[in-house]
């Protein structure tokens, strides 16, 4: 069964640096997520993305995030300048429709968790 | 906003008993789709059931089924015959094309 893959598994870095999360979703869906999980909390959505532009972001997702799809395969989160609590595991999910009448499940990836020393 | 309340924060369960997690949730649609999601210890999201709010028949599969009350705004999972490896946190979940999750509750399974 074709799967949602991210790399790396877990990234440890600097405060202040740049960190970017790989994920290559399902290759015939069209609709891209981020989602964030600081320990020990739910899930929370960052950001969709679909036909090459965000389609809705939530408050956490500020200046300092940015996604690209930069070559048709891989689905990119970009942290400008980490902070201390930017450490969480950050999922990457996709799927084939994105419209609300849909019972397409969102697949995840297993997840990269980022640690901010 | 939609939101996902999931009120037991941890439950145990016996091995081979039959345990209810609750999840309720608001929202202002009529149309829309809920999911459970199990995270075991590492990390991933595994779908495990899903329901769409049109249809009044409750989803299963296999030893996972839900009772749906659409009026009530009330989507709870069962598992039946509860075995060592269900051992993780759920997680209740509306869409609205992003997924909006409840906080999760964690199982336990006793041997």
């Known amino acids: 069964e074709p799967e949602v893959t991210q790399t790396p598994s877990h990234q440890v870095t600097q405060m202040g640096q740049e960190v970017i999360l790989r994920c290559v979703p399902i290759?015939?869906?069209?609709?891209f997520y981020w989602y964030r999980q600081i320990l020990g909390q739910k899930v929370e959505f960052l950001v969709s993305?679909?036909?090459?532009?965000?389609?809705?972001k939530s408050e956490i997702f500020d200046d300092q995030f940015s996604v690209e799809r930069p070559d048709g395969s891989n689905f990119t989160l970009k942290i400008r300048s980490t902070k201390l609590e930017d450490s969480a595991m950050y999922f990457c999910?996709?799927?084939?429709?994105?419209?609300?009448?849909?019972?397409?499940?969102?697949?995840f990836g297993d997840g990269t968790r980022l640690s901010i020393l | 906003a939609q939101t996902v309340t999931q009120s037991q924060p941890e439950m145990s369960v016996q091995e081979a008993e039959t345990v209810t997690l609750s999840c309720t949730y608001d929202?202002?649609?009529?149309?829309?789709?809920l999911f459970w999601y199990k995270q075991p210890p590492s990390r991933q999201m595994i779908l495990v059931i899903r329901?769409?709010?049109?249809?009044?028949q409750n989803a299963t599969e296999n030893r996972f089924s839900v009772n749906f009350q659409k009026a009530a705004k009330s989507f709870s999972l069962k598992i039946s015959d509860s075995q060592l490896g269900d051992a993780a946190m759920y997680f209740c979940?509306?869409?609205?094309?992003?997924?909006?999750f409840g906080k999760g509750t964690r199982l336990h399974i006793l041997p």
């Open positions: 929202t202002s649609e009529s149309d829309y789709y």
């Open positions: 329901q769409e709010a049109y249809k009044q």
């Open positions: 993305f679909y036909n090459n532009e965000i389609s809705e």
């Open positions: 290759s015939n869906h069209l609709y």
């Open positions: 979940a509306y869409r609205d094309d992003k997924i909006i």
């Open positions: 999910a996709s799927s084939e429709v994105g419209a609300l009448y849909s019972n397409q499940p969102q697949h």
